[in-house]
């Protein structure tokens, strides 16, 4: 089977010279193609950086099928977008059913997914992160079954024609002369800023934007940004957020992870002339996304220094730190004459660090304590003169219009507590993951490294002060090659406790008599920093090890750091040494851990179990049946979602279900054999179980 011969779209070229023009003709400083636009510093206008294109075609209908002699059917859809640099999709439908698996694979070994009945959402769209290159194949497997309920409906095709995920960024020096990469002490309210790129006409645009916290002390996850960037729930469905975007250690010769990403549904309550826009995401991010919720301050008289953090062009996270005093002003935009609200807007008279540019509409502004007080509208800063920047007032966009849909305060204060400042907190809590590094900023690193002679494998050491889960790596690879595996050891002189492969599915080389993938090595992007996220967490101890083969093409950043703990090996004919024994110039490669607490995992479960409150029968209940009878109590279940979670609390079925009584019937055949906690969410209340399911 041919990749690209099947049954697909192909999109005309584009004219990238003339759309640069027409950005190049909003740029009246002529300072960077990529950046601030004239018309951005005037009006209110976010960051372009794809062409959309409609389609709205029912892949069911129109892809490929391969039928195995399992039963297994394999859809295969292909997408050409001409000489785009980058490609994103959107599902305008999209409903999966329990055993159905979507990947994303494109043309240089990237992927995303796997997709599954999890991802359903009763927004019936989805979203996609972007992907290198201009051709994707969409691949559905499912069980041979078909079904009304299955859609699966494409209605956009973004095709980016600025390459702002690899290096020389376009004409960025000018920027990078004047940005800084790095957070110091704001490292955790940087964790609260995410990427969001969207789809709005015939173009997709990029805008930053801030996570934030609530007085009520839940976790929903409200996603703050520019008016003008999410102004409708048409837009905000085609949303993606990327978060923790940006360049480890602050170095700049490194591109961040773009691994970690949420959708964007629910608009809760947006204002045009305030220039504000509140989503609540579809899920809260997943612990190894290490996100953070920002707090805020309703002051009418702000501390400085002040703080914007922000992503300039969809480029990696940068920081910006102003020391004047923060005074009131009112935005005009020049291309209509018009104001927004009257006194609306903090001005940032100067930068004394770094500037704003397109693509950073949305970015909080942080005061002395580090609570949000504005969000970015525009302004007219630049590297050379970097002045005049303007944020929408946080206690006007708080409840000066009375409508919940217009104002936030309905969103971060539904209880009506009457905080004027709330800090800002990590929503997993003590449990929450962190990135362990053995390397500092400044550390001498080399993109030349090569293992010692005669080395089949190298592994970095990790210490901690207690046992923990491991929930995946960060590789940061000077060439386009990622390790083949990843191996994990608690002890070198002992087997590894998990081996992950690191691999691609290659839906051209699917074996058509068990109806599954093969697989491929998948392929990084060179000088870039990414997630390698595993199955499942891996339960590691206070030391531990995160090794790679030398065989495969990968090749590592490392360093010769003076930390102490900070050690790697090489395995030499069979015997672990220190890189510096085996004659290595460094003594650390760059690979960093994702860890949590050992207490994570199961004070959760344990808390899920204590409030199991639903009925399951049969239960146990076999895997060839499937079929279980859910009952929660006396009252009508009415709408619901039954979620079912395995131990390590992965979401791997989602499905959104309607009952005039208190009993569901749920099929979970898709389920492996094993224990599961399962739970039904209705209007009212939840209600928690355990499942077991067995052969």
Sequence with gaps: MSLYSVAGLRLPDLNIDSLQAEDDARNSHKEATMFRSSAERATLAPFRVAVSTEAEISLLDYAERTVAPSGKEILTYDVDAGNAMNISLYFSKFHLLPGDTLFIVGEDGAFLGPYTSADNHESGVLPTAVIDGAKAQVSLVTNGRSSSSRKLTLGRVNQGYKDFRRLPYQNSSTSDACSDYGMGDLEAMSQAVGLVLYASGSSAYSCSGVLMNNAAGHTRPYFLTAGHCLSSNEEANTAVIYFNYASPLGNSDIRGSMETYSVVPYLRAVSSDLDFSLSELSSMPERDARVYYAGWSLTTNPYVPAYAIHHPSGTVRRLAKTVNTLSTSTFKDSSTGSSLYPDGHWLVSRWKIGTTEGGSSGAPLFDYYHRVIGVLSGGSSTCAVPTNDLFVKLNLAWNTYSESGKQL??????????????????????????????????????????????????????????????????????????????????????????????????????????????YAAKT????????????????????????????????????????????????????????????????????????????????????????????????????????????????????????????????????????????????????????????????????????????
């Design 524 to 695: 990084g992007i060179r000088n870039s920093d990414t997630y390698i996220r595993f199955d499942n967490p891996v339960p590691v101890g206070s030391k531990f090890y995160v090794a790679y083969s030398t065989s495969g093409q990968f090749v590592p950043y490392a360093a010769q750091t003076a930390a102490p703990s900070a050690v790697a090996y090489a395995k030499v004919s069979d015997e672990w040494k220190t890189l510096t024994d085996a004659g290595s110039a460094q003594n650390v490669v760059w690979i960093d851990a994702v860890t949590s607490p050992n207490s994570s995992r199961v004070s959760t479960n344990e808390a899920m179990v204590k409030k199991a409150s639903l009925s399951i029968s049969p239960n146990p209940v076999s895997r060839k049946s499937g079929n279980v009878k859910l009952s929660a109590g006396e009252e009508p279940l009415g709408k619901c979602q039954i979620e079912v979670y395995d131990l390590n609390l992965r979401k791997l079925i989602s499905l959104h279900a309607y009952s005039e009584t208190s009993e569901i019937d749920v099929n979970v055949s898709s389920l492996q054999t094993g224990v599961y906690v399962l739970k039904v969410i209705s209007e009212n209340s939840a209600f928690v179980g355990k499942l077991v399911v067995a052969e």
């Design 409 to 518: 305060k309905a969103w971060l204060d539904p209880d009506n507590t009457s905080l004027t400042v709330l800090d800002g907190v990590n929503p997993y809590g003590a449990d929450s993951c962190r990135r362990m590094t053995n390397l500092t900023a400044e550390d001498a690193f080399t993109n030349t490294f090569s293992a010692p002679d005669g080395a089949s494998m190298v592994a970095q050491a990790f210490s901690s002060e207690s046992e923990g889960y491991l929930y995946g790596v960060y590789v940061v690879a000077s060439t386009n090659y990622l390790p083949n595996e990843i191996y994990i050891y608690n002890d070198l002189d002992a087997e590894p406790i998990y081996t992950h492969s690191v691999s691609t599915p290659n839906t051209a080389e699917w074996v058509v008599s068990s109806g599954y993938f093969k």
